[in-house]
Structure formats: structure tokens, C-alpha cells
């Protein structure tokens, strides 16, 4: 029996929305963040890369949430401590559509390394609570524990993980993310569409997911997000020193994410009352569908 195709990942939403913490261009992790959202705010003591840092988190998350182990009254159930565990080989069939080689096995260490290290103070929608603006996490890592099977006394000495030469590893998700995922606050992402996607049209695409879309006719649905600092930050084009520069960005971002998506009908920047701000819109089911069949009926 062949490898299961992976097709869809679970992300938390509070962090598909974070401002500033997954880089697109070069990553220094000595340095400290302190970034205002739209609806999350969040300090971190580095940044992480959004390829494959995010992929691999939302991976890990994804892994435990849908491997379930019976509990004490026989119902399968997530971890309850959010361990999961993986060979290297598990997570770079998936990342790369084949065994990875060891390049690629030691991109995927540094990336569990920097996801292990970062501390985040995190606020945001509490799913729990049900109520916005609530500190979610302070001075917390998004994983408490990575360790390799066969070197369980190492504890969580990162330098020790980071020199590792095996390939099976066991993480664990920090109790505030069990806890989100738990309540249901996640956001599924398209497996395929985020490894194509990179740059500023990974970031703005994965942003999008997390929003919700609201009906506006004509079988679409449409998020409209206005283009101050805190959007163009958690829009992954906050660093531009002009404000024009990061709105063509945005659009070429836009053009990319429409070519990837087949849900998705535009994506621009347009100048409102206000301001600019960015417009997504995507078809509703029914319209998704029709377009589907069409396809198919000319590709038979």
C-alpha cells in the first residue's frame, strides 16, 4: 500500500494572523519582535521562516490532532499532553514528495530547532473563552519539548537536538496550542497550495485563510482588510519603507494567489474611502463546483 497523500493541515488561527513573525526574506532570530495585528499582537524572541517553519509547525499540529489514541474510557483521543511523534522520513515525504535527502534533513532539524527556541507572548481570540484580546500565551515556546528516542536523557538541551544525526524525533505542542486546537480554533490549509506558495503570496494567501468571507453576491464571497501598518505587517510586507512599494507587492502577491487557488476569483489592492485596502474574493461552493464540472466536462 502506497503513502497516503497528505491534503489539508491544521493551522492556529491566532498565528496564520500573527504580525511580523514569519519572515520572508533573511532570517535573524537574535532579534526581538514586538508587532501589533489586526486582532493579534504578539513578542517573540526571534522570528521564524515561513518556509518550511510554518509548514512544518502546522505538520506537527495536523499529526497530533489526527492520530488518536484510546483514552481510559476506550475514546480515541489527540495526545493529551500534544506529544507527537515522527521519523524525519515521515515529515520530508510530505514536505517533498520523497525521501529526503540530508541536505533536506538538516533544513528540517533547524526548522524543529528554531520552532523549539522561539518564546512568543501571544494575544489574541481565545476559543475557549470565546472572547478577543486575551493573552493567550506569555513567554511560552510553541513547542515545550523536542527530543530524539534513543537520547531521552538529553531533555531539551537544544544544542544537543541541533547536532543530532538520527531521524526520530518527538515533539511536543505547548499547552496553549492544545488548548485552541481543542476549542476548535484552527484553520485548514490546502497542503499542496502551501508548499507551492512562497513569499509574500504564501503569507497574504495563508492571512486570507484565516478570515472569514462573507457573501456579497454573484456566487462570491469577499474580506476586505485596510492597508495600515498593523495589515501590511501581518500581511507579510510591513518592512517596505513605502507604503506604495508594499501595496504592489500585495498585488503581485494577489496575481499569484488567484493562478494557485482555483477558489479564489481576485485578489487586489484598491484605493476606498479611507484608504487602500485589499479585497479577496472567492467563489461560494455552488459557484466552486459549477466551475469544477466545466473542467472536467472538457478535459473528458
Same mark, same amino acid.
Request: no cysteine; aromatic share 4%; glycine share 16%.
Given at each position: 500500500m502506497g503513502r497516503q497523500q497528505l491534503r489539508s493541515v491544521r493551522a492556529e488561527t491566532n498565528? +496564520?494572523?500573527?504580525?511580523?513573525?514569519? +519572515? #520572508?526574506?533573511?532570517?535573524?532570530?537574535?532579534?526581538?519582535?514586538?508587532?501589533?495585528?489586526?486582532?493579534?499582537?504578539?513578542?517573540?524572541?526571534?522570528r521564524l521562516n515561513l518556509t518550511p517553519d510554518l509548514d512544518i509547525l502546522a505538520w506537527l499540529a495536523e499529526r497530533w490532532y489526527?492520530?488518536?489514541?484510546?483514552?481510559?474510557?476506550?475514546k480515541l483521543q489527540p495526545?493529551?499532553?500534544?506529544?507527537?511523534?515522527? +521519523?524525519?522520513?515521515?515529515?520530508?515525504?510530505?514536505?517533498?514528495?520523497?525521501?529526503?535527502a540530508g541536505k533536506e534533513n538538516r533544513l528540517i532539524r533547524a526548522s524543529l530547532l528554531r520552532l523549539f527556541?522561539?518564546?512568543?507572548?501571544? #494575544?489574541?481570540y481565545d476559543a475557549c473563552e470565546q472572547q478577543t484580546n486575551v493573552r493567550l500565551a506569555s513567554l511560552t515556546r510553541l513547542l515545550t519539548a523536542v527530543t530524539y528516542d534513543k537520547l531521552e536523557a538529553a531533555g531539551n538541551d537544544a544544542r544537543v537536538v541541533g547536532a543530532l544525526r538520527g531521524d526520530t524525533f518527538k515533539v511536543a505542542l505547548a499547552p496553549w496550542l492544545i488548548k485552541q486546537y481543542r476549542a476548535g480554533n484552527f484553520t485548514f490549509l490546502s497542503w499542496q497550495i502551501l508548499r507551492q506558495l512562497d513569499g509574500a503570496a504564501k503569507r497574504t494567501w495563508v492571512y486570507l485563510?484565516?478570515?472569514r468571507f462573507k457573501p456579497v453576491g454573484d456566487g462570491l464571497t469577499a474580506v476586505h482588510?485596510?492597508?495600515?501598518?498593523?495589515?501590511?505587517?501581518?500581511?507579510?510586507?510591513?518592512?517596505y519603507a513605502r507604503h506604495r512599494d508594499a501595496r504592489r507587492a500585495l498585488e503581485r502577491a494577489g496575481q499569484r494567489i488567484v493562478e494557485a487557488d482555483e477558489r479564489f476569483h481576485s485578489v487586489t489592492v484598491e484605493k476606498r474611502p479611507g484608504g487602500y485596502a485589499l479585497i479577496a474574493k472567492r467563489l461560494d461552493?455552488?459557484?466552486?463546483? #459549477?466551475?469544477?464540472?466545466?473542467?472536467?466536462?472538457?478535459?473528458?
Open positions: 498565528l +496564520t494572523r500573527a504580525p511580523g513573525l514569519w +519572515t #520572508t526574506g533573511n532570517l535573524q532570530l537574535e532579534l526581538p519582535l514586538d508587532a501589533p495585528g489586526l486582532g493579534v499582537a504578539i513578542r517573540a524572541n526571534g489526527s492520530h488518536r489514541l484510546p483514552d481510559a474510557s476506550g495526545h493529551p499532553e500534544g506529544v507527537v511523534g515522527f +521519523t524525519l522520513t515521515d515529515l520530508g515525504f510530505d514536505l517533498y514528495g520523497r525521501k529526503p527556541r522561539v518564546e512568543v507572548t501571544l #494575544t489574541g485563510e484565516g478570515q482588510v485596510g492597508l495600515g501598518n498593523p495589515a501590511l505587517a501581518s500581511l507579510g510586507v510591513g518592512e461552493k455552488e459557484r466552486l463546483q #459549477t466551475r469544477q464540472a466545466v473542467r472536467q466536462s472538457l478535459s473528458a
